[in-house]
Structure formats: structure tokens, C-alpha cells
């Protein structure tokens, strides 16, 4: 990496003029996600600002006519563990798509043709039932998914089987969580996941499959396919030919598993030699890293240095394949071409489709650049690694600030926008992002953190983070900053940090424990991790006992490490950006902080949840923060 050309442009870095508009942020661009494919239709999700954030079943026919498959009163979405996802299916019939979804607001189980809806499983109200991970009996009008049940005590979870008429089977309950209810493609035999608390998804879960009787409508015996060691083993697939996948990290990295069936049971044989990490931490529901192809074949997304790539499995052998940038696995069409959500560094997200090695059809596209925006004006990252505490090594990605128009002053080194990611079970995505580009595109230099704890990097590296978050993240974030500044890549007295959710508190203690930053932001951050621990939803109720330790037995050490008690070593300017509906983390954490802090600042989004969705938020929230920062800079 070098530092970008001086030049004698007129603009300070930090304040050029930026084709990056809060307008094109927020009100233009298409959000996709959970692409599907159906003989030669392509079937995805689609998020859109400009109808108050409504989540569309959108499809391009064979003949490539796009048609949105809900009636317009509806939005596909989940509340199961807060984070959703997973709430639709589609299936082909007479060769024109049917799918089934959860309404964001009516909830229950929907069915729609494309021209109508109707209900098959209502949502109720004691108990409420919310739905998850939708997938089509493949031999009947019913569907296997994830319900929770919401009443005086803690959620239940169970697997249930929802026919069309209404009638609800329970299949299995017992654990706390479930997840990827997944029947095979002639419906004898249903596997899923599942785990128990204080687990989480990615340290430890069962992988089970058992044979569905259709004469009585429940499961047979129940076989774990988990080996010897606990370990996270996810995402349940089946070939075309009913052979069953997984991916597992008992090898130390998400490795993906065949399992073959015979009279003696099921057969487990690991595919190794991929060189990366094929998983992705189960935060949502609907996340797919594997196709399983005809002829034993599997296509796979692997991260290998915190870049994805597509991988093909053939005989036992692992190729790279030239398919794009694809954010989750292509899916095969039934016409020889894969298609996929298109998200490369340099140009914005897409559904596209095409074949390996040739150019792809990106048709529906997330957003349009405005005219005269060039390859120069768009920032692309460099992946970094660099020495951090204890002899360890740390990873980011480095953008440089890009504009065709504007340079750094003669001398000039730019401020430097530092990122933590949530989760913290978590990444630092290289595809292209508009909270990326709103910074680099006004001057500012990005550093994208991928802090020990981070997904990508093998197991390892993930459990680097058990008993030290609120330590080695922010550790490695300095740890990074130094690195940049070494290099001459950023002005250090122009430093600010930002994250969100977890990263928030993250941000605020970089801040508390470093004088490396003029400012920081925290969007719906944690600030009290013994609040958080008592206040926050069933899926991370016992989260921090991995990250912290067991609560409250370990209280002291809770309160060490939270935000809130740090308060007093804060003495730079700090912004807290909030949802009113937030229940994730409750609203109740910023402003706590906020009393603490002489010099923040804490503005409210009433109607906004845990992640900002409306269009005005977005746009304020983006101002207000870029306002900030350049007015800490010339205080």
C-alpha cells in the first residue's frame, strides 16, 4: 500500500465533494439477500427504502421478466431471535412459482400464488407463535420451519409441520434453539439443528435427521450425526440425489461433511482441502454456503483471507471457479447457469446470472452511480495483517480514500474512519458498501477490522475472543490504527472510531483506553454488559458466558469491562445513534452513557429497531455523523 498522490486540491480530506449523496444511500438502493433458484426461475428478497423498508419476494422469470411474487400490502420478515431471517420458501407447480413467507407484521405462515395471499398458521396472541426458516414438503402443500412461542416465560422453540388447511404438528421440541428444518427431496427424511444454552450456534450444536412418516405426520427415531468432540456443525443441505451435507468446524475451520445412507445408518466422510472457511456464523436464518450439485459434486462459498471465493468439490478435488462476487453460495438454474447476489468491491451489488469463466448478466442492480462516477472515484480494500498483544496477529481491510476529482493536500495524510463490526461474531465484508464509500469518497481513509473473534479465520481465531471481548477487540483495533499510522497511510491527529451494536462498545472502549481517536460513534451500542446480560433477548441470553463468563458469578468482571464504568477515562467528544424500539439492546444503554459523558451528544430514532431501516433515519444518521466529525476536526 502507499499513500495516495499529493495534489494541491482545494478541499481539506474529510470534506471533498462526494457523488456519495445521503439520497443515493438511502433512498435508491435495493438491499438483496437469500437468493433462490427454481428451474430456470431466480427468485430473491428484496429490501426497498422507498416503501418504508418493505422486504419483496421479487422473481425473473426464464423469459427475464421481473414480477414481485406477494401482494403489495405484504413484507416478508421474522422477529425468531430478533435477527430473522430464513421467512420464505418457493416452489415451482406447473412451472410458475408458489411461495410461502411470515409477514414482518401479521407474522404467522402465508402462501401466495403471486397474485394473492392466504393464511396457513396465524401468528395468536397467548401464546404468539413466530416463524422461521421456511422450507416447502416437497410432497405435499404443507411446510417444515421453526416456530417460537412467545408467552409469560421464555420463548419455546420447537420444529413444526403447518399444512395448508391450517393444522400444526409439533416434531421435535425439547431443545432451546432449532434452526434449518430441511426435508430431502423426496420427503422421507428430515434433518435440522439445534443447540442448547449457554452454546451459541457457532461453538456448539447437533446436527439430526430422522425419517418423516406421513401416515401420522411426525418423525421416527432420531440419529445425531455429530462426532466424537463438541463442535458447531450447521447448514443441513441435500443433493438432488438425497445424499445429505453439513459443514462442521470440528477440523478447526467450517468444513464441509457428506454424509452417504445405507441399512447400517449414515456415513459421515469430510471434504478437505478447500484452503478456506466454508460457514458463516448463524446470526440469521436462510444463510447458504453450499449447493450440492448432481454427479457428487458440491459448489461451495469459501473465505480465505477474509475475500470469498467460489469453490467446486468433484471426486476430491477442490477448484476455484471465476463466478462473480458472490455474497452466499450460486445456486444452479435448470439450464446448465448458476445465478447469484453479485457484490464485488468496485461496483455495487446485483442479481446476476452466467456460467464459470464467462462474463455474467448483472440484471436487477442495487443502485445506479450517477453519471460520470469512474472506477477512480470508488475505494476497494486491501486486506492487512499486523502484529497485536501477546505475539498474536490481526487482520483488516484497508481502504484508501478515492476520488477522481480531489487529492490530499502536498504533506496532507487523511483522517482515518475505524470501523469494529457487531456481533461480535462477526466480519469485515470486502464486497462493495456505501458506509464505506460515504467516508473514503469525502477524503477519510477506512480501516474495516476483523478483530480476533472474528468469522473467516478458522475456529481459532473465533474462540480467540472467549473470556476477552471488551480486551482483545479493542486491542487489535489500536493494534491496527498503529499499523496504518506507521505506514504514513492516515493523519493520527484525525483518528475517530465507530461501530455498532457490539462494536459500540467496542468503540467506546478504544476510547476510554487510548488517546489514538478525536472522536467516536456508537450506533445502538452496548455500554452495560450486566444490564445487557439481564435485559437481552433469548438468543444471546447466555452469549456472554463464552465472551465474558459465567453471570453473575463473574459480576466483577462484567463490570470491568463494561462502557459505563470506563466513562471517566473518556475525554473526547462521543456520538450515540439509537433506535426508540430497540430490543436488543435497549435504548436504556446509550442514555445511561450519555449522562455520564460531558462532551456527547444522543439523538433518537423512535420507530427504529435494533439496525436503522427507514429512509429518513438512514440519511440523518449519515449527516449527522459526518457533521461531527468535521466538527470535532476544526474545534
Known amino acids: ?42 427468485i430473491w428478497l428484496e429490501s426497498r427504502p422507498d416503501e ?20 403489495a400490502e405484504y413484507s416478508v420478515g421474522t422477529r425468531v ?60 402443500d404443507a411446510v417444515f420451519c421453526v416456530r417460537e412461542s412467545y408467552g409469560k416465560s421464555v420463548p419455546v422453540a420447537a420444529l413444526v409441520h403447518v399444512q395448508a388447511d391450517g393444522r400444526e404438528t409439533v416434531l421435535v421440541k425439547g431443545a432451546d434453539f432449532y434452526a434449518a428444518p430441511r426435508p430431502s427431496p423426496d420427503g422421507r427424511f428430515l434433518a435440522w439443528f439445534s443447540w442448547n444454552d449457554p452454546a451459541m450456534p457457532w461453538t456448539a450444536t447437533t446436527l439430526s435427521v430422522a425419517p418423516f412418516d406421513r401416515t401420522t405426520g411426525t418423525l421416527g427415531p432420531v440419529t445425531d450425526l455429530n462426532g466424537p468432540e463438541p463442535c458447531s456443525i450447521i447448514e443441513p443441505c441435500w443433493s438432488p440425489d438425497g445424499t445429505l451435507y453439513a459443514t462442521s468446524d470440528a477440523s478447526g475451520r467450517w468444513t464441509p461433511i457428506r454424509f452417504s445412507h445405507d441399512e447400517t445408518g449414515w456415513h459421515p466422510h469430510f471434504l478437505d482441502g478447500a484452503n478456506a472457511e466454508i460457514g458463516l456464523p448463524h446470526w440469521v436464518f436462510g444463510q447458504r454456503s453450499m449447493a450440492p450439485l448432481p454427479g457428487n459434486r458440491l459448489l461451495a462459498l469459501g473465505i480465505r483471507h477474509g475475500l470469498n471465493h467460489v469453490l467446486l468439490e468433484d471426486n476430491g478435488r477442490w477448484t476455484e471457479l471465476a463466478l462473480g462476487t458472490p455474497v452466499n453460495v450460486p445456486e444452479p438454474l435448470g439450464n446448465g447457469q448458476f445465478a447469484w447476489i453479485d457484490a464485488p468491491a468496485d461496483a455495487p451489488a446485483a442479481i446476476a ?49 478515492a476520488s477522481s476529482t480531489n487529492a490530499l493536500r502536498e504533506g496532507e495524510n487523511s483522517p482515518l474512519v475505524v470501523m469494529a463490526h457487531g456481533g461480535p461474531t462477526g466480519r469485515a465484508n470486502p464486497s462493495f458498501a456505501f458506509k464505506v464509500q460515504w467516508w473514503t469518497s469525502r477524503g477519510f481513509a477506512v480501516l474495516d477490522v476483523n478483530y480476533r473473534g472474528s468469522t473467516g479465520f478458522g475456529r481459532a481465531y473465533r474462540e480467540a475472543l472467549d473470556g476477552q471481548w471488551g480486551v482483545a477487540d479493542i486491542e487489535d483495533c489500536l493494534a491496527g490504527v498503529q499499523a496504518v499510522l506507521d505506514r504514513g497511510l492516515a493523519d493520527p491527529a484525525r483518528c475517530v472510531i465507530r461501530g455498532s451494536s457490539a462494536g459500540g462498545l467496542t468503540v467506546l472502549g478504544a476510547l476510554a483506553q487510548s488517546d489514538l481517536f ?92 435494533h439496525g436503522f431501516r427507514a429512509r429518513e433515519t438512514i440519511e440523518d444518521a449519515l449527516q449527522r455523523e459526518l457533521a461531527f466529525y468535521q466538527q470535532v476536526f476544526t474545534s
Open 52 to 71: 418504508q423498508g418493505r422486504s419483496v419476494i421479487t422473481a425473473r422469470d426464464p423469459e427475464g421478466t421481473l414480477r414481485d411474487l406477494i401482494p
Open 353 to 401: 446470472f452466467g456460467r464459470p469463466g464467462e462474463a455474467c448478466d448483472r440484471f436487477r442492480i442495487s443502485v445506479t452511480f450517477p453519471h460520470g462516477v469512474t472506477k477512480a472515484d470508488i475505494a476497494t480494500p486491501t486486506p492487512l495483517s499486523f502484529p497485536t498483544a501477546n505475539g498474536a496477529e490481526a487482520h483488516a481491510l484497508f481502504y484508501a480514500p
Open 518 to 609: 478525536a472522536a467516536g460513534t456508537s450506533l445502538y451500542g452496548v455500554t452495560d454488559l450486566r444490564a445487557l446480560a439481564e435485559e437481552t433477548h433469548k438468543f444471546e441470553a447466555r452469549y456472554l458466558d463464552g465472551l465474558i463468563g459465567p453471570y453473575p458469578e463473574d459480576e466483577a468482571v462484567y463490570l470491568k469491562r463494561s462502557p459505563i464504568t470506563q466513562a471517566e477515562g473518556i475525554t473526547v467528544p462521543v456520538l450515540f445513534l439509537h433506535g426508540g424500539a430497540d430490543k436488543v439492546v435497549p435504548l436504556s444503554q446509550a442514555e445511561s452513557m450519555r449522562t455520564k459523558l460531558e462532551h456527547s451528544a444522543l439523538h433518537v430514532y423512535p420507530e427504529e429497531a
Open 81 to 140: 431471535h430478533e435477527y430473522g431471517g430464513g421467512a420464505w420458501d418457493v416452489r415451482l407447480k406447473d412451472n410458475a412459482p408458489q411461495v410461502v413467507f411470515s409477514d414482518r407484521k401479521r407474522g404467522g405462515v402465508w402462501f401466495s400464488d403471486g397474485t394473492t395471499a392466504t393464511q396457513w398458521a396465524t401468528a395468536g396472541e397467548s401464546p404468539e407463535h413466530r416463524y422461521a426458516d421456511l422450507a416447502f414438503d416437497p410432497s405435499a
Open 1 to 42: 500500500m502507499t499513500p495516495p498522490s499529493p495534489s494541491s486540491s482545494a478541499a481539506l480530506s474529510g470534506h471533498w465533494p462526494s457523488w456519495v449523496t445521503p439520497e443515493l444511500v438511502a433512498g435508491r438502493t435495493l438491499s438483496f439477500s437469500e437468493l433462490r433458484t427454481a428451474g430456470e426461475w431466480i
